[in-house]
């Protein structure tokens, strides 16, 4: 019974045992390299950034050519060649090359934010396996000390010193046990193809046991303004509110004339004519309402812009409000359960006042105590990758 109990006690401070961790960083890396849709991003902002080229490119030059028979015959031939070229007031393309420039801000910003939610979601898959690869060897030592009191039993029930319904306790306990244990490998393999297939479906090894050490979080307004400022997609609306800007300062610049400038050659009657065409349009018709557009399209996303940071700053303050109760939690955990249940319960065991499956049923307890702190601890590192995910 005594070696037993220092089993026992050995295998709960081995489950306390901090090895090496791999990284989740080391994940996070193959992820972003590998990742089928950060690659499709990267593609379409490639795609979206020259198709806003194109918006300041010339219009295409014009080339025509008449020939004329006259009739009677006696009146001769004559033709005509025209060759010219449109363009916009020379301002405007300065306007529309720092538009142009601005979408291109967006569009990289938009692929930033996308970045941090693909490595924020494979981040808590990461901490995730975390709590199932420690639950899974917690699992395993409290299987390998049932097995020890099992035999024991197994061994006094065959010397007539227990009987069959303590025997059938010890085997129903260690049933659950077996059973949670499938459960957990179960969530385990899934969890890893779910890390695969934002590997591009390369798969990956993760086997941390260990939680990289948080910041403890003291000050709410430096965090607020930080994640505020790291925020990719409040920065894709800043973005966006200058781009509106500039699209409102372009198309009120559409109400310029365009110019045309060109060649005309005649030729008729043995004379040839050959000169140069200037001419220009006035945008009446095609640029109506576009100024209203871009006023309505930049209100909009100030208005957009505000209400994200109005939600950014309340899911901030409550996930730094959670992480503070789960840390205090956790300290509680600590000293009330973790350090004082064991000694008390092999002090009862030891002096013959609790039987060996009284100590068996209040040991489980007691690994149930150590997996709920290993959720509690989960918890509380997703909500901290969630606080800090400007910085991925």
Not at 132 to 138: E, G
Not at 280 to 303: G, I, M, R, T, W
């Amino acid at each position: 019974m005594k070696k037993i109990v220092i089993l026992f006690m050995l295998l709960l401070a081995a489950s306390g045992a901090k090895p090496q961790a791999d990284g989740i960083g080391r994940i996070l890396k193959s992820i972003e390299a590998n990742n089928k849709e950060l690659k499709a991003s990267s593609q379409l902002t490639v795609s979206r950034k020259l198709e806003a080229k194109t918006e300041n490119n010339l219009s295409d030059p014009s080339v025509s050519y008449s020939y004329q028979f006259g009739s009677p015959s006696s009146l001769g031939k004559a033709s005509e060649l025209n060759v010219s070229q449109e363009f916009d007031f020379p301002t405007l393309y300065s306007r529309r090359s720092e538009l142009i420039r601005l979408k291109g801000d967006v569009f990289d910003r938009q692929e930033g934010s996308l970045r941090q939610q693909i490595l924020l979601s494979a981040k808590q898959i990461c901490l995730d396996l975390i709590l199932l690869n420690k639950q899974k060897a917690l699992y395993e030592k409290w299987l390998k000390l049932g097995d020890e009191i099992a035999d024991l039993y197994k061994q006094r029930l065959e010397l007539g010193d227990a009987n069959a319904l303590e025997t059938n306790k010890i085997q129903l306990e260690q049933l659950n046990a077996r059973t949670e244990y499938q459960f957990n490998e179960a969530q385990r393999r899934g969890k890893l193809l779910e890390l695969q297939a934002l590997n591009g479906n390369i798969p990956v090894e993760f086997s941390d046991t260990i939680y990289i050490a948080e910041e403890n979080i003291t000050d709410f307004a430096s965090l607020k303004q930080e994640a505020l400022s790291g925020n990719a997609e409040l920065l894709s609306l800043e973005r966006e509110q200058k781009v509106a800007q500039q699209q409102l300062a372009v198309n009120k610049s559409q109400w310029l004339p365009k110019l045309e400038l060109g060649y005309r050659r005649n030729t008729g009657l043995g004379q040839q004519f050959n000169g140069m065409i200037v001419g220009f349009s006035l945008p009446l018709f095609e640029n109506k309402n576009k100024v209203k557009q871009a006023k309505a399209q930049s209100v909009y996303v100030d208005l957009k812009k505000e209400s994200l940071s109005q939600q950014t700053e309340v899911r901030l303050l409550q996930l730094y409000k959670d992480a503070q109760m789960l840390r205090n939690s956790m300290k509680e955990y600590n000293q009330s359960i973790m350090e004082t249940s064991m000694p008390l319960l092999s002090e009862a065991l030891r002096k013959k006042q609790i039987s060996i499956v009284e100590y068996s049923v209040d040991a489980a307890t007691i690994f149930r105590a150590h997996l709920n702190y290993m959720t509690l601890e989960s918890r509380y590192h997703k909500v901290m990758a969630e606080l800090y995910q400007h910085k991925l």
